[in-house]
């Protein structure tokens, strides 16, 4: 034990008469808090918000391994490993956690940047969602406990909460928010607004765009509040006011906005990120496995149901053991060529990679590929496409060959479904 945990051992303890067994635990918690050496923690989502302040933190007792997208861009330091990692990939995944204690999940489905700045509008028009609880939390007290939770063996297997001194409407945190930007805004209930009116309304008043606004706003139906089960004492509950923590937040904000004002005037950033999102295609499906079956099963079956499925359009052809060939009826060249990847896949995990077809961009550094994923101790499969580059427009690619496997992607789920009820 070190001299600055003999010293909060001694600030728990004092000179009190404690019983054995209390001074053990005490120790066990300082020990799971304080572990030998730096722990090396891998931390992703590193280079957003949460995951940058998180960054600064972890570094005064333990070595990162930061994981972001563009890793391989950044400088690393003494503390501060950069891997550039895609968490779509099972592949980038298990070499970005190589050699780490713990792991951090920072990730979200949303674009970054772009503010929902307080909606623009002198007259504001809430819909039944603004009513909905909610437990703000100051980034201060966010990181107290990530920081204290990781590495923490007393948390293990825990759900935890955590949530700020004050509970609260979204209307009411809106009000408070336009009192401290000394800002008046006239606030009207209706109980007609859906969710799905109130996402396009938010894309349209604030400019946000809308693959960051749908997910915010389909959030914003549910409770967000803290329950007492899921409360852990020295780590669920945050200090900091919500009006402290908001001006802090807009004080970082202005901060900001100054040292990047030049980026600020110009949503080319951000317009440059939502077209590189829409040069490759990302398309997820879960479907249940039947008793005993597993992703390899999944896999073989699927392509075995296709042609079956589409008799009178697809027809596919295996060339040796791995490559598979999709063809429609009558034509010589492949919509698609797929390559079963023996090496990486497990009864688990089945990977095919997309290495050609009239219907794929295949360029050097191409990843595409078809991955039947099956989640530990469940019969949950995830049928999912990743990095795909279709060859189409991508306006004609929306609206033809996108519907049509997400229609062959539900017709193979129900297939599934039926041989569960069935018992085959």
């Known amino acids: 034990m070190n001299e600055q945990q003999r010293n909060d051992r001694q600030g728990r303890v004092g000179e009190q008469n404690r019983p054995e067994h209390e001074i053990r635990q005490v120790e066990r918690e300082l020990g799971a808090l304080y572990p030998k050496g730096r722990s090396r923690i891998a931390l992703t989502g590193a280079s957003g918000y949460i995951g940058h302040n998180l960054l600064q933190r972890l570094t005064e007792h333990a070595d990162v391994i930061a994981l ?5 861009q950044r400088e690393n330091t003494e503390q501060v490993e950069w ?15 190589q050699g780490a204690d713990y792991a951090v999940y920072l990730i979200h489905s949303m674009l970054p940047s772009a503010k929902l700045t307080l909606r623009r509008l002198p007259v504001m028009v809430l819909p039944r969602w603004t009513r909905t609880k909610t437990h703000p939390i100051a980034l201060e007290d966010i990181l107290n406990a990530l920081d204290r939770s990781i590495g923490n063996r007393t948390l293990d297997e825990q759900i935890i909460d955590v949530g700020g001194p004050e509970v609260m409407t979204y209307r009411e945190m809106m009000q408070r928010t336009a009192e401290i930007m000394d800002k008046k805004r006239r606030f009207f209930n209706v109980p007609l607004l859906t969710i799905k009116l109130s ?6 008043v604030t400019g946000a765009p809308k693959e960051m606004a749908y997910p915010l706003i389909e959030s914003l139906a549910h409770p967000m509040v803290a329950q007492r089960k899921h409360k852990v004492q020295g780590i669920s509950d945050g200090k900091i006011s919500f009006d402290k923590a908001a001006r802090t937040s807009l004080e970082q904000e202005e901060e900001y906005r100054h040292k990047k004002n030049s980026h600020s005037k110009s949503k080319k950033p951000l317009k440059s990120a939502i077209r590189s999102l829409k040069s490759d295609v ?9 008793p005993g079956k597993d992703a390899t099963w999944a896999g073989e079956r699927y392509l075995a149901w296709l042609p079956v499925f589409a008799k009178h359009w697809v027809r596919v052809e295996t060339r040796g053991p791995d490559t598979y060939q999709l063809y429609l009826l009558g034509s010589r060249k492949p919509l698609l060529e797929m390559i079963y990847d023996r090496a990486q896949s497990t009864s688990e995990f089945a990977l095919y990679r997309i290495t050609g077809g009239t219907f794929a961009t295949v360029k050097e550094d191409h990843r595409g590929r078809l991955e039947f994923l099956q989640i530990p101790g469940t019969n949950i499969c995830v049928v999912a496409i990743h990095d795909y580059v279709p060859s189409l427009p991508w306006f004609i690619y929306k609206y033809t060959q996108a519907k049509v496997h997400l229609g062959v992607m539900y017709a193979f789920g129900k297939y599934v479904k039926r041989l569960i009820d069935t018992n085959v």
């Open 83 to 97: 891997r550039s990692c895609d968490f779509f990939s099972m592949e980038d995944a298990n070499q970005g956690l």
């Open 282 to 290: 990302r398309s997820v499906q879960r479907i249940k496995l039947p």
């Open 68 to 72: 972001s997208r563009s890793g391989d």
């Open 199 to 204: 996402r396009l309304w938010v894309t349209l």
